[in-house]
C-alpha cells in the first residue's frame, strides 16, 4: 500500500534554514507528480510546491516562490523541501502529497516551528 513518512520538522529560528524529506514505498514513485502541503494552527491547508514526475519542472506558491526548493531522487523514492530564510509566518504542519487516480495520499507530516 502507499506510504508517505515525512521526516526533518523541527524548531528553528527565523532566517534560519531546514530541509523536510519524503520517503515513498508502495508505488512507482518516478512515475508521479508530487507535492507538499502545509497547514498553520487555525488555516486550511495550502500548496506550498510542486514537482514533475521526472523532476524536470516545479512550481511553488507565491509566498515561498525564491526560498524553498522542492527536487526529488527518484533512485531513492524521496522528495524533498529545502526551506531557506524562514520566517514565523512559515509555521505549520507540512505534508507530502500523491495523488493517485484521483485518490490523494498524505503523509502525517512534520511539524516546522519558526521561533527565536
Known amino acids: 500500500q502507499v506510504q508517505l513518512v515525512e521526516s526533518g520538522g523541527g524548531l528553528v529560528q527565523p532566517g534560519g534554514s531546514l530541509r523536510l524529506s519524503c520517503a515513498a514505498s508502495?508505488?512507482?514513485?518516478?512515475?508521479?507528480?508530487m507535492t507538499w502541503y502545509r497547514q498553520a494552527p487555525g488555516k486550511e491547508r495550502e500548496l506550498v510546491a510542486g514537482?514533475?514526475?521526472?523532476?524536470?519542472?516545479?512550481n511553488y506558491a507565491s509566498s515561498v516562490k525564491g526560498r524553498f526548493t522542492i527536487s526529488r531522487d527518484n533512485a531513492k523514492n524521496t522528495l524533498y523541501l529545502q526551506m531557506n530564510s524562514l520566517k514565523p509566518e512559515d509555521t505549520a504542519v507540512y505534508y507530502c502529497?500523491?495523488?493517485?487516480?484521483?485518490?490523494?495520499?498524505w503523509g502525517k507530516g512534520t511539524l516546522v516551528t519558526v521561533s527565536s
Open positions: 502529497k500523491l495523488q493517485k487516480v484521483g485518490i490523494n495520499y
Open positions: 508502495g508505488f512507482t514513485f518516478s512515475s508521479y507528480v
Open positions: 514537482i514533475t514526475a521526472a523532476g524536470s519542472t516545479t
